[in-house]
C-alpha cells in the first residue's frame, strides 16, 4: 500500500508540475476533470490508512512507546474521504469523453436518497458520516445495476466496461458492508464461574468448562462457551484462550471466531481468576458479505489482464 501511495503522489506531482505545458495541447473534458478529482480523493483514503498502519510502527521505532489506533480513526478519515469518491464514480465513471452530465442522475439520487433514508430507520443511526455513506453506496449501487442492464440488453461484449462494472458493484457493496457492521455491531463483557449463563441480544452464553494447560513455552488457560438461541437450540462451541509465554513474559489472548453467513460471533479471553472467567464477547454482522464485495472488487481488474 505504501508503494502505491509513492506511485499515486508522483503521477499527481508530475501532471502538476507539466500540466501549463500540456494544457495549450490537450484541454481535460468533464469526465476528465472529474475523474482527477475523485482519484485525489481516493488517494487521501488510501494514504489515511497508511498513516494508521505505519505511523504506529514508527512512533515505537523513535520513542520506545507503543500507541494503538483504533477503528474510529479509520472511520472519521477513511470513510469520508471516500464518499465523494463513490459519487464521482457513478458521475463520471460511465460519462462519455465528450459528452455532458445525463439528468437522469437526478432521478438516481432519488431513489439513492430514499432507500438509504430506509436503511438509516431500520439501522436507528444518528451519525452523518453513516448516512452520507449509505447514500453515496446506494446512488454508486443502482446507477451501475441499471448501467449493467442496458449493457447486458445492448448484447455488445466490452471487456473494460464489464470490468468496471463489477469493480463499481463490489465498491458499493463494500461500503454498505462496512456501514452496516460499524453500525450494528457490539461488544458485551462476560464475568462469572462455571455454568454462568449471559443473554446477549438473542443469543445465550454458558461457560461449560474451563482447563489449564503448561509447557515449556506458555501456560495456557481455554474456557470452553456454549451458544444456543432462546429456544435452546445450539448454535456454536467456542474455546478461546489466554496465554502467557514464560520467556517473553507476555499475555496473548487468541480468539476463537465462528463465521455465519450474516454475522460472524467473537470470544476473547481475558484471563481466569480463582475459577471466574473474565472474556469480551464480540457480535460483528455482514462480515462475509464484506469479503465477498471485496472479491468482487478486486475481480473486475482481473478482467482487464489478456
Known amino acids: 500500500m505504501s508503494f502505491v501511495t509513492i506511485i499515486a503522489l508522483s503521477s499527481v506531482l508530475l501532471f502538476l508540475l507539466r500540466y501549463p505545458q500540456t494544457q495549450s495541447v ?53 470513510v469520508p474521504l471516500y464518499i465523494p469518491m463513490l459519487f464521482m464514480a457513478g ?49 454508486l449501487l443502482i446507477y451501475t445495476l441499471h448501467e449493467l442492464y442496458i449493457f447486458w440488453q445492448s448484447k455488445q461484449i466490452a471487456t473494460n466496461k464489464l470490468a468496471m462494472y463489477i469493480s ?34 438473542g443469543f445465550i452464553f454458558k461457560l461449560q468448562d474451563i482447563k ?35 520467556i517473553e513474559k507476555v499475555a496473548i489472548s487468541k480468539t476463537h471466531i465462528h463465521s455465519f453467513l450474516f454475522y460472524d460471533l467473537y470470544i476473547a479471553l481475558s484471563r481466569v481468576q480463582a475459577d471466574k472467567v473474565h472474556a469480551k464477547i464480540y457480535y460483528k454482522p455482514a462480515m462475509a458479505f464484506l469479503w465477498l464485495s471485496l472479491f468482487i472488487m478486486f475481480l473486475g481488474p482481473l478482467l482487464r489482464v489478456k
Open 91 to 139: 458521475i463520471f465513471g460511465y460519462m462519455g469523453w465528450n459528452s455532458k452530465l445525463k439528468p437522469k442522475i437526478i432521478i438516481y439520487f432519488v431513489i439513492a436518497f430514499i432507500i438509504s433514508a430506509i436503511i438509516v430507520y431500520l439501522i436507528e443511526t444518528r451519525s452523518y458520516i453513516a448516512m452520507f455513506a449509505l447514500l453515496a453506496a446506494c446512488f
Open 26 to 78: 490537450c484541454k481535460l473534458s468533464l469526465k476528465d476533470k472529474g475523474m482527477l478529482i475523485a482519484s485525489m480523493f481516493a488517494l487521501a483514503a488510501v494514504s489515511s490508512v497508511v498513516l494508521g498502519t505505519i505511523y504506529p510502527l514508527y512512533y515505537d521505532y523513535m520513542t520506545g512507546q507503543k500507541i494503538s489506533i483504533g477503528p474510529f480513526f479509520y472511520i472519521a478519515t477513511f
Open 168 to 201: 463499481h458493484l463490489g465498491l458499493a457493496g463494500f461500503v454498505l458492508c462496512v456501514v452496516l457492521n460499524a453500525c450494528l455491531q457490539y461488544e458485551a463483557d462476560f464475568v462469572g464461574g462455571l455454568d454462568h449463563k449471559a443473554e446477549i441480544d
Open 212 to 246: 489449564y494447560s503448561k509447557n515449556t513455552e506458555f501456560v495456557r488457560q481455554i474456557a470452553k462457551f456454549q451458544i444456543t438461541d432462546k429456544a435452546g437450540n445450539e448454535i456454536s462451541n467456542l474455546a478461546p484462550e489466554h496465554r502467557l509465554y514464560n
